[in-house]
């Protein structure tokens, strides 16, 4: 019986009362969204006070932080994720280079498939450095001077402790992604030091010729 005058009562109501829930609902989304901005925007700026950048803030676009580092252009941002992690945002930092021998290169983490192909005889540039090896699958058209760029055991190291998961070199953009937002700003000045060596090393290439001998 209570149930019907509850109902009975509810019945009576106006219809606007009904739009209540829906717009209480969306009015916490919003303020959820600009509450997760606002964080985001201000862990940006201690890092761009870190790193010597500034914040460009986005609303429809994810915001950025860019400017010039160590001599280069650099743009970090939140991305989606590149593999299948319990992370579905990840950094990428991206920096101009000017590749002169024009090389191709992709550098990702070694998981448990990469395992598997090189078991059986799987092929990646080798560095002849055999826990970077075990850490890192390199991928090149440029083998041999991919693998004498990677010598730089300062690189190497910078690539490891930065923790990078994955490298994409496109003609004049290098991208790197780090599998998580970047949070801290001590780590991504090494982030960004990692990555602007990398495109100095990129740079400095110089593609061993062998002449060719023309014989009469």
């Given at each position: 019986?209570?149930?019907?005058?509850?109902?009975?009562?509810?019945?009576?109501?106006?219809?606007?009362?009904?739009?209540?829930?829906?717009?209480?609902?969306?009015?916490?989304?919003?303020?959820?969204?600009?509450?997760?901005?606002?964080?985001?925007?201000?862990?940006?700026?201690?890092?761009?006070?870190?790193?010597?950048l500034?914040?460009?803030?986005?609303?429809?676009?994810?915001?950025?932080?860019?400017?010039?580092?160590?001599?280069?252009?650099?743009?970090?941002?939140?991305?989606?994720?590149?593999?299948?992690?319990?992370?579905?945002?990840?950094?990428?930092?991206?920096?101009?280079?000017?590749?002169?021998?024009?090389?191709?290169?992709?550098l990702?983490?070694?998981?448990?498939?990469?395992?598997?192909?090189?078991?059986?005889?799987?092929?990646?540039?080798?560095?002849?450095?055999?826990?970077?090896d075990?850490?890192?699958?390199i991928?090149?058209?440029d083998?041999?001077?991919?693998?004498?760029?990677?010598?730089?055991?300062?690189?190497?190291?910078?690539?490891?402790?930065?923790?990078?998961?994955?490298?994409?070199?496109?003609?004049?953009?290098?991208?790197?992604?780090?599998?998580?937002?970047?949070?801290?700003?001590?780590?991504?000045?090494?982030?960004?030091?990692?990555?602007?060596?990398?495109?100095?090393?990129?740079?400095?290439?110089?593609?061993?010729?062998?002449?060719?001998?023309?014989?009469?």
């Amino acid at each position: 019986m209570e149930l019907l005058n509850l109902l009975e009562r509810l019945g009576e109501l106006p219809g606007e009362v009904w739009l209540i829930p829906p717009v209480l609902i969306l009015a916490a989304m919003t303020a959820i969204g600009w509450l997760r901005r606002s964080l985001l925007l201000r862990r940006y700026r201690e890092i761009a006070a870190r790193t010597g950048l500034t914040v460009t803030p986005k609303i429809l676009n994810p915001s950025e932080i860019r400017g010039s580092f160590r001599g280069r252009a650099l743009v970090m941002a939140i991305t989606r994720r590149r593999r299948q992690t319990f992370r579905k945002r990840w950094t990428r930092v991206t920096v101009e280079v000017k590749n002169p021998e024009i090389i191709g290169l992709s550098l990702r983490r070694q998981d448990a498939v990469d395992n598997l192909i090189m078991s059986v005889g799987g092929k990646d540039v080798q560095v002849e450095d055999a826990e970077f090896d075990r850490r890192f699958v390199i991928q090149s058209r440029d083998e041999a001077v991919v693998a004498k760029m990677f010598q730089n055991r300062e690189l190497r190291d910078l690539l490891v402790r930065s923790n990078i998961d994955s490298v994409e070199l496109l003609s004049g953009k290098l991208h790197a992604y780090y599998a998580r937002s970047e949070r801290d700003p001590e780590h991504a000045e090494l982030l960004f030091t990692a990555v602007a060596s990398l495109a100095d090393a990129i740079d400095a290439v110089k593609a061993d010729y062998t002449p060719e001998i023309v014989r009469s």
